[in-house]
């Protein structure tokens, strides 16, 4: 996946997201040849100059650019198209076949049925809230002082879920401290909030009916969540191998023309 | 009384039209030497000059309207016919909503009401027309005050306590007519309900008015309304053709006389007008937007306050909207009245709306359009304001995906107020969805 190829690079591919910026250089089969990964800054246009100019400087040339993520805009780009478009594509290829892509990011969730040529067949996002994204996942475990590598052990450790009943980020974070003044365990909240966030995702999942289940996004990267989500849905959650770079290679391969 | 009558007659006849007149040679000559208008839109349509005329004169002859003749406030969905014969003036404090909507003052006379205590979560149309009252302020100058309050529940049960805050503000009568919800068949029983107080509603209106109804009158208003109803339905089917000869948002626009004219010789001469202009297109090749290469069904209202954004976005990709189950609802209620049995048939019609109507009826009809109009795709407006409209539409959506083989997306926003309406995920949201088109 990330050998460098001979060609040297066919296309630069840019996921301004609301919580990170990524982006990738590939070859003309689409491999992934370099990668950046940072946290999206205000002025994302200056950022993803940098980051394109950094890659241009990796791989060498000047390879097309495609954009998607919100930020998609502020970018010179040879094509821009949505992160639900660019995501779907990214899926196809490094899965290889079609399915029902989960990508839980910053401030979405999105659950895309992907046809048998990388298309979107249909969608479903999170309403205007980011109640049942990784932002919600972000600020709490910062209230708690979790750190996101340490997740998936204490969830692990704990006896039992401990029940949260809000999903909303606000509420949930009061709710979370007054379990903590109550003497519940720290480790059954982590858990009992990762049951409620994947609690709401799986309903989402769930209407977008059977197929492979794959999942990319920077949630995917946290394996609470992905054992949480298997748990409420009771079949197996597929994460792509570097989940949170399957939009900004999707990117990539659009400016190419190709849909996988 | 003959000073107001005066003034209305001369509003509506003469100072109205001249003052239009004099705004439209204005306009004309601002815009001499410059090209026509760009974009990926058609050419615009003509008969617009004439729409803007006859709202604007409807709304100048209102500012002099109470105390001229009488005055009656009514919902969308009210059997107008049978007050026309009486010399009311009807004013639409929904269609005035949708003016507000889009000048987007719906947030400050929104606030004003909410400062009272009345929620957010109530419908945006309510809010506005209450926070108008409130306030004062009307992009149509000023409101005249009603003498009668009609009211007729077959388009939501919001209308019901809505009107009697009015009624209550205003401290005039309100007339109620109360429309059984169709499951499946409407019952025998249904009818005769609905009839008894249709009658019931004629007798108030005489008291206030002043006057009996003349059953000629009745009959030719009947006549009318019915050929109003037929002609609008002929100026949507124009959107059979390909390329449609006028935007489904155009069309939100053009619907204001069916809604607030209905029954008047002017609303039917001015559709005869918009069908030839469009049937003429049509023979002509000239669509609504430049390169028609998808065409959509649209449910629900429109956003007023986002109309010219979204129809700029679809259009710069090639999307049309060739039909709205909204403005086509006009089109189906209205030549359904008998001008034989003008109760009888008023109370059929006004009781078959498509808000009055179960899910399966609602289906129905969506499927009927998407066929009739060849839609390869449908939008389902998910309207925060308008909750009859946006019940059921997670099944709406999967049914007409699965029996029609279409795409469909379901947009959350809200008929008037821009707060429930998350732009940037929401042309995101349109964004993708015209993408997965290929």
Not at chain 1, 118 to 146: P, S, W, Y
Not at chain 2, 263 to 292: F, P
């Amino acid at each position: 996946m990330s050998a460098a190829a001979p060609g040297g690079a066919a296309a630069l591919g840019l996921d301004a997201g609301s919580t990170t910026l990524k982006a990738v250089a590939i070859d003309a089969a689409g491999r992934i040849l370099a990668r950046r990964v940072e946290p999206s800054h205000p002025r994302i246009g200056e950022q993803a100059e940098r980051l394109l100019a950094a890659l241009r400087a990796e791989v060498g040339g000047e390879p097309p650019v495609g954009a998607t993520g919100y930020g998609r805009k502020r970018v010179a780009a040879g094509r821009a198209l949505t992160e639900i478009t660019c995501h779907a594509r990214g899926a196809f290829a490094l899965a290889g076949r079609p399915g029902v892509l989960l990508d839980m990011g910053g401030q979405d969730t999105k659950v895309i049925r992907v046809g048998p040529g990388g298309e979107v067949q249909d969608f479903a996002m999170n309403d205007k809230c980011a109640a049942g994204t990784g932002r919600f996942l972000e600020v709490i475990l910062a209230r708690l002082h979790v750190p996101l590598a340490e997740v998936a052990e204490q969830a692990a450790r704990a006896a039992r879920p401990v029940t949260v009943s809000s999903t909303c980020t606000v509420f949930a974070e009061s709710e979370v401290i007054s379990l903590l003044a109550s003497g519940e365990p720290l480790e059954g909240i982590v858990k009992g909030l990762h049951a409620a966030l994947a609690s709401r995702t799986a309903a989402m999942v769930r209407g977008a009916g059977e197929g492979e289940l794959l999942m990319s996004g920077g949630v995917a990267l946290n394996a609470a969540m992905v054992a949480a989500l298997a748990e409420a849905l009771g079949r197996p959650v597929r994460v792509l191998p570097e989940p949170q770079l399957a939009g900004a290679l999707g990117a990539a391969l659009a400016v190419l023309g190709r849909s996988g | 009384m003959i000073l107001r009558r005066t003034q209305y007659e001369l509003a509506r006849r003469v100072v109205g039209p001249t003052l239009l007149r004099l705004e439209a040679w204005q306009k004309a000559r601002a815009r001499s030497g410059r090209g026509p208008r760009g974009g990926p839109f058609g050419p615009p349509l003509e008969s617009t000059r004439k729409l803007k005329e006859l709202l604007s004169l409807h709304y100048l002859a209102g500012r002099y309207a109470d105390g001229a003749v009488p005055v009656a406030w009514v919902t969308s969905g009210f059997p107008v016919e049978l007050l026309r014969p009486l010399g009311f003036h009807a004013v639409y404090p929904e269609n005035h909503a949708a003016m507000c909507g889009v000048q987007r003052i719906v947030p400050e006379l929104s606030d004003a009401v909410e400062q009272q205590g009345y929620s957010r979560d109530l419908c945006s149309y309510a809010r506005t027309d209450l926070g108008s009252v409130v306030t004062g302020k009307t992009p149509a100058g000023r409101l005249p005050r009603p003498d009668l309050l009609c009211c007729c529940t077959n388009i939501c049960q919001t209308v019901l306590y809505w009107y009697k805050a009015l009624a209550a503000h205003f401290q005039v009568p309100l007339v109620l007519v109360d429309t059984p919800y169709v499951y499946g068949e409407v019952r025998a029983h249904d009818l005769p309900y609905v009839r008894a107080q249709l009658e019931e509603l004629v007798a108030v209106a005489e008291r206030v008015a002043g006057r009996r109804v003349d059953p000629e009158e009745l009959r030719a208003v009947t006549v009318r309304a019915r050929e109003g109803s037929r002609l609008w339905g002929e100026c949507l089917a124009t959107s059979r053709a390909r390329p449609a000869p006028w935007t489904g948002f155009d069309g939100f626009f053009h619907m204001a006389p069916i809604v607030a004219l209905r029954g008047g010789e002017e609303c039917n001469a001015y559709y005869r007008l918009l069908r030839d202009e469009l049937q003429d297109r049509v023979k002509r090749g000239i669509g609504g937007i430049r390169e028609e290469r998808h065409r959509l069904l649209w449910d629900n209202l429109p956003m007023w306050f986002a109309v010219r954004e979204l129809s700029t976005l679809l259009a710069e990709r090639g999307f049309n909207f060739a039909c709205t189950s909204y403005t086509n609802a006009w089109a189906e209620a209205g030549v359904q009245v008998d001008p034989a049995d003008p109760y009888g048939s008023a109370a059929r019609a006004y009781t078959h709306v498509i808000l009055n109507q179960d899910l399966s009826n609602r289906l129905g009809i969506l499927r009927r359009l998407a066929r009739e109009y060849s839609c390869d795709g449908a939008v389902l407006h998910s309207d925060r304001s308008c909750k009859p409209y946006s019940i059921g539409q997670v099944d709406l959506r999967e049914r007409l995906a699965r029996e029609l083989s279409v795409k469909v997306l379901l947009l959350d926003a809200d008929h008037s107020d821009p707060r429930a309406w998350a732009a940037e995920p929401g042309e995101n949201r349109l964004t993708a969805f015209m993408e997965s088109f290929g």
